[in-house]
C-alpha cells in the first residue's frame, strides 16, 4: 500500500519488471494506493498486478489525490487485473475511484465480473463510479467484466467527467456495460475526446460512449 497523506505533494514511485499475484488470495490487493496527496507513478519494463476477490488490481478508491501512471523511458508497461467485483484500475468493492491520469506506457485494465476496466468497483450510485479519468497519451486497452463499463462505472455506478485528448485507447464494455460510460443502469456524463484514437465498443445493451443498459 502507497499512502501519500500530505496534500499537494507528489510521491514517486517506480515499478519495474514487477510481478505481484495474489489472485488466489480473497480482499487481497497486489497494489493500492490512497491519501490527500499525488503519486505518480513510472513504469519500467513489465509490470503485472492481480488482485484477489472483491480488490482491484490497482487500487484507488475515491481520495483527494491524484494517480498519475507515466512511461518517460518509453519501455514499461503494466497489466492490471481485479478480483471479481473489483476494477483492473481503481475502485474496490462497493467503492467508486476519481482522479486517474494515464500519461504513458502501454496500459492493460482488465476488471473482475461486475466492475470497470478502469473505473469504479460494483456498488450502486457513487459507490461503483469512475470520475475524473485522463488519459493523455500511451496504449491503453481497458475491459470491462460483465455488467462494468471498459472505462467508467461498475455495475449500477456512472461514468463521469473522463478525457482522451492522446494516445490510443481501446475500451470494452462487458455485457450491459458501456465502452466508455456507465455499468449497468449506470450513465455517462461528460465524456470529452479531443485527441488520440480511440475505439469504444458496449457490451450487448451497452452503449459505446454514454451508458450502460437501463442508463443514459
Same mark, same amino acid.
Given at each position: 500500500?502507497?499512502?501519500?497523506?500530505?496534500?499537494?505533494?507528489?510521491?514517486?514511485?517506480?515499478?519495474?519488471?514487477?510481478?505481484?499475484?495474489?489472485?488466489?488470495?480473497?480482499?487481497?490487493?497486489?497494489?493500492?494506493?490512497?491519501?490527500?496527496?499525488?503519486?505518480?507513478?513510472?513504469?519500467?519494463?513489465?509490470?503485472?498486478?492481480?488482485?484477489?476477490?472483491?480488490?482491484?488490481?490497482?487500487?484507488?478508491?475515491?481520495?483527494?489525490?491524484?494517480?498519475?501512471?507515466?512511461?518517460?523511458?518509453?519501455?514499461?508497461?503494466?497489466?492490471?487485473?481485479?478480483?471479481?467485483?473489483?476494477?483492473?484500475?481503481?475502485?474496490?468493492?462497493?467503492?467508486?475511484?476519481?482522479?486517474?491520469?494515464?500519461?504513458?506506457?502501454?496500459?492493460?485494465?482488465?476488471?473482475?465480473?461486475?466492475?470497470?476496466?478502469?473505473?469504479?468497483?460494483?456498488?450502486?450510485?457513487?459507490?461503483?463510479?469512475?470520475?475524473?479519468?485522463? /488519459?493523455? *497519451?500511451?496504449? +491503453?486497452? $481497458? =475491459? %470491462? @467484466? #460483465? !455488467? &462494468?463499463?471498459?472505462?467508467?462505472?461498475?455495475?449500477?455506478?456512472?461514468?463521469?467527467?473522463?478525457?482522451?485528448?492522446?494516445?490510443?485507447?481501446?475500451?470494452?464494455?462487458?455485457?450491459?456495460?458501456?465502452?466508455?460510460?456507465?455499468?449497468?443502469?449506470?450513465?455517462?456524463?461528460?465524456?470529452? /475526446?479531443? *485527441?488520440?484514437? +480511440?475505439? $469504444? =465498443? %458496449? @457490451? #450487448? !445493451? &451497452?452503449?459505446?460512449?454514454?451508458?450502460?443498459?437501463?442508463?443514459?
Amino acid at each position: 500500500t502507497v499512502i501519500n497523506k500530505v496534500a499537494n505533494t507528489v510521491l514517486n514511485l517506480t515499478l519495474k519488471d514487477v510481478k505481484i499475484d495474489v489472485s488466489d488470495e480473497d480482499e487481497k490487493t497486489a497494489l493500492s494506493v490512497q491519501g490527500d496527496g499525488n503519486v505518480e507513478i513510472e513504469l519500467d519494463g513489465d509490470n503485472e498486478l492481480k488482485s484477489g476477490f472483491v480488490r482491484a488490481g490497482l487500487e484507488k478508491n475515491t481520495s483527494e489525490g491524484t494517480l498519475t501512471l507515466k512511461d518517460d523511458n518509453k519501455d514499461g508497461s503494466l497489466k492490471a487485473t481485479g478480483g471479481a467485483n473489483g476494477a483492473g484500475i481503481g475502485g474496490s468493492m462497493n467503492n467508486g475511484t476519481n482522479k486517474i491520469t494515464i500519461k504513458g506506457g502501454t496500459v492493460e485494465a482488465k476488471g473482475g465480473l461486475y466492475a470497470a476496466g478502469i473505473g469504479g468497483g460494483i456498488g450502486g450510485g457513487g459507490g461503483g463510479g469512475g470520475e475524473d479519468i485522463t /488519459i493523455k *497519451g500511451g496504449r +491503453v486497452t $481497458a =475491459t %470491462g @467484466g #460483465d !455488467y &462494468g463499463a471498459g472505462i467508467g462505472g461498475g455495475s449500477g455506478g456512472s461514468g463521469k467527467n473522463i478525457t482522451i485528448n492522446g494516445g490510443t485507447v481501446t475500451a470494452a464494455g462487458g455485457f450491459n456495460g458501456a465502452g466508455i460510460g456507465g455499468g449497468i443502469i449506470g450513465s455517462g456524463e461528460n465524456i470529452t /475526446i479531443t *485527441g488520440g484514437e +480511440v475505439k $469504444a =465498443t %458496449g @457490451g #450487448d !445493451y &451497452g452503449a459505446g460512449i454514454g451508458g450502460g443498459s437501463g442508463g443514459s
